[in-house]
């Protein structure tokens, strides 16, 4: 299998991201994303526009019945599920599946390959850009690399850390890929900026796909707070293997801000990045009820939003 070189220089669009992720670091305010994302999503916006609108009332009563009907309007369509998939294929674009014959592709490359001589996992820990800090022997042209997404630092059924739904779901697709393609697995995520507590999710991942799968990671780089960071410490990690070809697994609301920031990162690297989304099937509703407020609809709003808010500051 041929894996291309990325030449191409980052695209305006990933230039003006850098310039803003650096102006949030120039301010300090990193630590502040999660609560700054919170302001900016549904419903706080709309809650205030309704106090807006009710305080228009006293001198503009018109304009004011109006910002609050508007309002209202826009705090019952963020909870709908149907809403969802219509700004979805709007504001992300979707990247497709991978099929069986690329699935056959990759598994055939596989057979041909060499094969690895080391087990151990390697790790990246400090700086971003380090080098692995164990065993760097076995070589791999194709790396699947699962992005975390959420860690419970403590769940009392288990009586230690587990890994999120989200993320879980992610990890189970990578370890499935792995198998059907023959090619190595590694997970990226830490803490994340807005987790407490000592639980690494990739560390969380490593002993579940162990334990749980039988399928040990051969990379766990267990430091990354965000996208950026996971690109930026798991990229070094895998080039220092061997790797020159990427298989990207994440959900598929996530594909387009994380391969964004993962094709900047590798620019220059000769590495190049595949998208393997995951969680792509559609939940099928009752026509009524995709248009009635429900906790799904509104998180799922809130997931695109969030997103498309992300890829657009290259936050």
């Known amino acids: 299998m041929r894996v291309p070189s990325p030449t191409m220089m980052p695209s305006r669009a990933a230039d003006q991201e850098t310039r803003m992720h650096s102006l949030i670091s120039l301010l300090g305010i990193e630590t502040w994303k999660p609560v700054l994302t919170a302001l900016l999503l549904p419903p706080v916006p709309l809650l205030l526009a309704v106090l807006v609108g009710a305080r228009l009332m006293l001198p503009r009563r018109g304009w004011g019945w109006c910002v609050v009907l508007l309002s209202v309007a826009g705090l019952w369509l963020s909870a709908c599920t149907g809403f969802a998939r219509v700004i ?68 009392p059924e288990y009586g230690m850390s587990n890994l999120s739904s989200y993320s879980l779901e992610s990890l189970r697709y990578g370890l499935w890929l792995g198998r059907e393609t023959g090619w190595p697995v590694g997970f990226s995520g830490g803490t994340g900026w807005a987790n407490r507590g000592d639980a690494a999710e990739a560390d969380v991942a490593a002993r579940i796909a162990a334990q749980e799968y039988g399928q040990p990671l051969r990379w766990v780089e267990a430091e990354s707070r965000d996208t950026r960071e996971n690109a930026a410490r798991s990229l070094p990690l895998l080039q220092a293997s061997g790797v020159r070809h990427v298989l990207l697994v994440t959900r598929g609301w996530h594909m387009q801000s994380a391969k964004a920031l993962f094709d900047a990162a590798a620019v220059g690297t000769g590495m190049h990045i595949e998208a393997a989304p995951m969680g792509l099937a559609a939940k099928v509703d009752i026509p009524l009820l995709s248009w009635l407020p429900t906790s799904a609809g509104f998180e799922r709003v809130r997931l695109v939003l969030r997103e498309w808010l992300g890829w657009k500051l290259g936050a």
Do not use: F, K, Q
């Open 88 to 155: 979805e294929p709007l504001l992300l674009a979707a990247a497709p599946p991978l099929h069986a014959d690329r699935i056959a592709a990759l598994r055939a490359n596989a057979m041909t390959a060499p094969r690895a001589n080391a087990t151990t996992a390697l790790r990246a820990r400090g700086r971003p850009g380090a080098a692995p800090t164990s065993d760097t022997r076995g070589r791999s042209e194709v790396a699947i690399l699962v992005l975390g997404g959420g860690v419970e630092p403590y769940a």
